[in-house]
Each structure stands twice: as structure tokens, then as C-alpha cells.
């Protein structure tokens, strides 16, 4: 029987309906309860829900795919709808996941994370602001988007409406399906009193309040856009997270007494370095003056080591000073400040969806652009580097159906994140998703394939500073352009980080017993000395990462979900493991390698070396 086609018949047999019942139930690896048909209000499949057209749409075992049961088929009757989901992300700025900050965030942690899901395994494509944004906005990745920096001619908000994406991002998608959308915060680089509403206002949202530069990192004077409107309001002597937390409360008022579905991102540029005067630690709102003033940035083994780390300009900083260390102490200081100022915010908004009776019904997502480093292999504060403290951000979900209390150690990342959104929406994806929804139901968790790749990739947009005061001091790096690829499988306590950077040096990290990504076994003096992997020697499996490397690198659509089906089309290998049999040594030694003709800004195809893989024609 087709499912997904209309019965004109007004009736359908008992029995026949019965029959429909049950195979719904098998496709859905649910057992059959009774011999009897359930009635609308006791359907008893987890995950379903009744959509406008009276169609039964639910989530088969963890696949996304939609069962279209019309009601007309199995003959049920009409009752009530159930109440539609909303989503509300909350995203922080330069957030990690590795230096303690959710450590100051109970509200986070407690009434998200233990009451759903928390990803330690989640991560951003571009650790930089603006790629990143864009990135999580649209599904898709940063060489596909083509915003790769913050600032023209390869990035920020004017980069993005040449490139058409105001036409055709989240909430466009949301908004033309009739669910209300609404954005509190900053938005992304560029986006300033001179272009907030030329040629367009950012496009699809019902409300909307943003943040425009030249003030977005001013703390206590930021500038607030008005809607769709050309009005800009200033908060002098206001925090900035008070502003960004009282338009979101404002909202959720009038959404909770309307009852409207709604999507709503607030996103606090906090803890962001704040720049009024200079760079330096953010200050703090009033309610966490004089907190954490004895923590210091956490002492992982990576940081400020007496041993050279890292690969490419980063090998070759000198330790850092004394007053280094303290500088960013006082960073870390700021930023748990502010991040508890941003649990605050959560705990009200908690509290209102509560108070409207619609807390049980909202999916809450909390997350961050990018991460972030202290100290780590001798680094000043700052982000856009491929090692984990940068790309490894927080993700906590939790909502209607979402597993309770689940760690999840699933890799997954950003691009990830609007197939997601749309899909606990039920709004149709979109078929130029490099992304897939990611799992959060307790049946996606036992059935979903696991991803063991992520693909990150950076432009260092014409400088790369060592720390945000390394123009001051003249440390600037031109060469901070790569591209990597983070595995991750647990089952076979494999780890790893592979990266190629635009001066052609490469770097392998064994993250299994080398977490903290201190021992490059692809220097000289390490190669002859490093481990086997499934028995083999290590040049043997750069050989497979670098041909993964080189189809994520310029992937597109089904190609980022699936790399491997584009080595090997008859689905023979699907992971690094099975890539690992002998018999495939040649094949990959022939392979065309990751490499670059020199070290430039922003995506430029011709400087980027070769773009396809070979396919393999084997058995």
C-alpha cells in the first residue's frame, strides 16, 4: 500500500484498519498492546503527533523518515490536536566545553542536560564567530555557505546577503510554514548601524532585536535594533545580558498567553571579550560582581607547556610570561562571571515557560558558536585554532520526547543543528542539508548509525593574532589556515585528529591516550616510534584520514553525511576500520593528496589543491 497517497474511499473495513494499525506498529518496532484499535487520545506510539492535514507523523525507529498515516485510512476519529512544539536556542558566545565553564551554570546543567540530553561530543565546523553562525543557521557547511571569515571580501554580514542567504535560511524556512520566529542578540559580524536595514533587514522573523556594531562588544553600552523597523535604541550603563533577557521575557509574555508556536533564538554575546576600551575580560552584570575571583583558567596538560605543542606558527611561541598567565586568569575570571549571569537568563526563561503551562511542550537547546582556550599549547585567549579546547562547544537539549538524562558521546556538529530544529518543528528539511537531524529520543540513541567524522575547516580572513592583544605586540600569523578532520569512535576507543595546513605541514593527534593533543606523531622524530592502528603502521591510515579528509573538505549534500560512499560506492567500507584492510594500501597510496598553493584568506577554489577523491572500481 502506498502511504503516502490519499484513499478517496470514505471507508475502510475493520479488519482493514486493523491491519494498517498493526503494520504501523511493526514499521515502528512497537509491540502490538491489544487486539483492539486505540482511540486518537491513546495512541501509543512515543514520537508521533497529529499535523494540520490529520496526518500521523512519527519517527521510525530513530530514521527520519515519516510514517503518513491519514486518518481517513484507519478510519480513527477526529479529536483535538495535540499542542504543537516550540524550540528555543540559546546561544552563547565563545563558550567552551573543556575549561570549566559549565561548571558555574546549574540551571543548564541541571534543568536541561539531566532532564534531557548532554552532547560531549558536539562540534563547531569554524571556530569563529561569523562562519559558525552562518553555518548552524543553514545546515550547511562553511565552503558550501562561502562565508568563511568575519569581515569582507570572504565574510560577515555583507558576505552573507551577496550570497543569497537572507533568502533562504532557518528562519525563512520556519516562518513560511506559519510557526512565529523571534531573535534577541547578536547576530554576526558586520552587522552595523550603517547596513542593519541595507538592502534588507535579516529576513523571516516575526520579531526581532539585534545587535549592531560598532557596540555589540560594549557590555554596558550596546545598540539594539527595533523589528523591521529603521530605529536603534542604546542601554547605556545596562548589561548587555540584562537587555538580551528582557526583550526574550517580553516575547515569551505574549507567546504564552496566545498560545502561538513559536521559534525563538537569544543569543547573548556573552562571555565574549569585551572591547569598549581595548580587549579584555568581560566585565560583569551586577548579580555576579566579586564571583570566582580565586579560579584560575584550568592547568590541562596543554597548557603554557615547557615543550613546544601544537603544529605551524603555534609550534613556534615562546612560553608565556608570568603577566600572560595572570592576564588570562583574569579572562577566565570574566567569563564565568558572565556565563553564570547566562544561567541566570536561563532560569527565568524557564520560569516563564512554566508560568504559561508550556515549559513540558518547548524543546530548549543550549549551546555555543565556538569554543575557546586559556594558555592551551601556549596560546593567549582566543578561538580559531582545530584543537579541542576551540571546536569542542557545549550542547544540552531538552523538550517533548527528548531521552532524560543522557550523556551522549555521538559525534555530531553545527551543521547538524537547523535539520534539527526543523525537524522537532515539523517543518520539511531542506534538500541541500550538508547536515542530518541529530539524535535526542531515547529510540534514536538505540538505532541511530553513529557518525565517527567531523569535518572542521578555517580561513584565517587575512590575519590570525596570537591572542586578541597580538596586533599590539606585532604577532601576527598569516599562515593560521587549515583544514581537519576530527574522528571519533568509542566503540573501537578510536580517537584521533588529522589536520593539513595551508604552509602544508600536517599534524596527527592519537586523542585516545593523547587527549590533550601535546605528542604531533607526524613530526620526524615521532613517526618511526608511533603505534599501530587495527595492526597496521600509521602512514597507512594518514593514507585513508587524508582521502576522508579530501572528500569532506569540498563535500556537499549527502557527500559530508556519508564520505565514504564516495570512495567506495558499493557500500563496502563505511568507517576508518574497515578502510584499514590491506588490500586497500594501493588504492589509497595513488590517492591525490590534501595540500594547498599557498596560504590565502577566505575559500578560493584554485589555491585549495585537489577536489575529488578517486572512486574505488574493486570487489
Keep these: 500500500m502506498d502511504w503516502n497517497r490519499t484513499i478517496k474511499k470514505p471507508e475502510i473495513e475493520a479488519k482493514t484498519r486493523r491491519h494498517h494499525y498493526l503494520r504501523s506498529l511493526a514499521t515502528l ?134 550570497e543569497g542567504h537572507n533568502d533562504n535560511w532557518l528562519p525563512v524556512w520556519i516562518n513560511t510554514s506559519g510557526i512565529k520566529t523571534f531573535y534577541a542578540g547578536k547576530l554576526m559580524n558586520g552587522y552595523s548601524n550603517n547596513n542593519f536595514d541595507r538592502p534588507a533587514h535579516p529576513k523571516g522573523w516575526h520579531d526581532s532585536s539585534f545587535l549592531i556594531d560598532p557596540w555589540t562588544y560594549n557590555y554596558f553600552n550596546s545598540h539594539w535594533t527595533n523589528g523591521y523597523t529603521d530605529k536603534v535604541k542604546a542601554y547605556p550603563g545596562v548589561h548587555t545580558t540584562h537587555v538580551n533577557a528582557e526583550k526574550a521575557l517580553g516575547w515569551l509574555d505574549n507567546l504564552g498567553k496566545n498560545k502561538d508556536q513559536f521559534f525563538m533564538m537569544i543569543a547573548t554575546v556573552a562571555p565574549h571579550m569585551g572591547v569598549a576600551a581595548g580587549s579584555g575580560a568581560p566585565p560583569p552584570p551586577a548579580s555576579q560582581k566579586g564571583k570566582f575571583l580565586n579560579q584560575v583558567s584550568p592547568r590541562r596538560p596543554n597548557f603554557n607547556p615547557d615543550t613546544p605543542s601544537g603544529n605551524s606558527w603555534i609550534r613556534g611561541l615562546p612560553k608565556l610570561s608570568k603577566a600572560d598567565v595572570k592576564s588570562g586568569d583574569e579572562v577566565h575570571v570574566g567569563r564565568l562571571q558572565n556565563l553564570a549571569g547566562i544561567d541566570e537568563v536561563v532560569g527565568d526563561i524557564i520560569d516563564k515557560l512554566k508560568k504559561y503551562d508550556i515549559f513540558d511542550n518547548t524543546y530548549i537547546i543550549y549551546t555555543s558558536d565556538n569554543g575557546f582556550h586559556i594558555g592551551n599549547h601556549r596560546l593567549k585567549p582566543g578561538k580559531r585554532c582545530p584543537y579541542e579546547e576551540d571546536i569542542n562547544v557545549p550542547l544540552l537539549i531538552r523538550g517533548p520526547n527528548v531521552a532524560k538524562g543522557v550523556v551522549s558521546t555521538v559525534a555530531n556538529h553545527h551543521t547538524d543543528m537547523a535539520p534539527t530544529i526543523l525537524e522537532m518543528l515539523g517543518v520539511p528539511l531542506r534538500p541541500d542539508f550538508d547536515g542530518g ?183
Excluded at 36 to 63: F, H, L, N
Design 29 to 162: 518496532g512497537q509491540p502490538a498492546m491489544s487486539t483492539s484499535m486505540p482511540s486518537v487520545a491513546t495512541w501509543p506510539i512515543p514520537g508521533c503527533c497529529w499535523d494540520k492535514e490529520g496526518i500521523v507523523c512519527c519517527r521510525c525507529g530513530g530514521v527520519r523518515s515519516l510514517l503518513l498515516l491519514r486518518l481517513a485510512e484507519v478510519g480513527l476519529a477526529a479529536t483535538p490536536k495535540a499542542k504543537k512544539p516550540n524550540v528555543i536556542v540559546i546561544l552563547a558566545d565563545d563558550q567552551d566545553m573543556l575549561l570549566d565553564s559549565l561548571s558555574v551554570q546549574p540551571n543548564v546543567v541541571n534543568q536541561i542536560g539531566k532532564q534531557g540530553v548532554t552532547y560531549n561530543k558536539h562540534y563547531c565546523t569554524v571556530a569563529w564567530c561569523c562562519p559558525s553562525r552562518v553555518n548552524f543557521l543553514t545546515g550547511r557547511a562553511a565552503h558550501n555557505t562561502n562565508v568563511t571569515t568575519l569581515t569582507p571580501p570572504y565574510g560577515g554580514w555583507s558576505k552573507f546577503m551577496s
Design 437 to 619: 537531524p541529530i539524535a535526542y529520543t531515547a529510540n534514536d540513541f538505540k538505532s541511530q548509525r553513529k557518525n565517527e567524522h567531523v569535518q572542521v575547516e578555517f580561513w584565517d580572513g587575512g590575519f590570525a593574532p596570537n591572542g586578541y592583544r597580538g596586533e599590539e605586540s606585532g604577532q601576527l600569523y598569516f599562515n593560521n589556515t587549515y583544514k581537519a578532520l576530527r574522528i571519533w569512535n568509542p566503540d573501537d576507543n578510536f580517537s584521533a585528529l588529522y589536520s593539513v595546513w595551508c604552509d602544508n605541514s600536517k599534524e596527527f593527534y592519537d586523542m585516545s591516550s593523547d587527549y590533550a593533543q601535546m605528542h604531533n606523531l607526524l613530526l620526524p622524530k615521532a613517526i618511526a616510534g608511533a603505534p599501530k592502528y587495527w595492526k597496521r603502521p600509521l602512514p597507512q591510515l594518514v593514507a585513508r584520514l587524508d582521502t576522508l579528509l579530501l572528500v569532506l573538505k569540498g563535500c556537499k549534500k549527502e557527500a559530508c553525511r556519508k564520505p565514504w560512499d564516495q570512495i567506495f560506492p558499493k557500500d563496502t567500507v563505511n568507517n576508518v576500520e574497515q578502510a584499514m584492510d590491506a588490500k586497500y594500501d594501493d588504492f589509497f597510496r595513488k590517492q591525490p593528496k590534501v595540500h594547498y598553493k599557498s596560504c590565502k584568506g577566505g575559500n578560493v577554489i584554485s589555491n585549495e589543491g585537489p577536489q575529488k577523491a578517486n572512486v574505488w572500481k574493486g570487489k
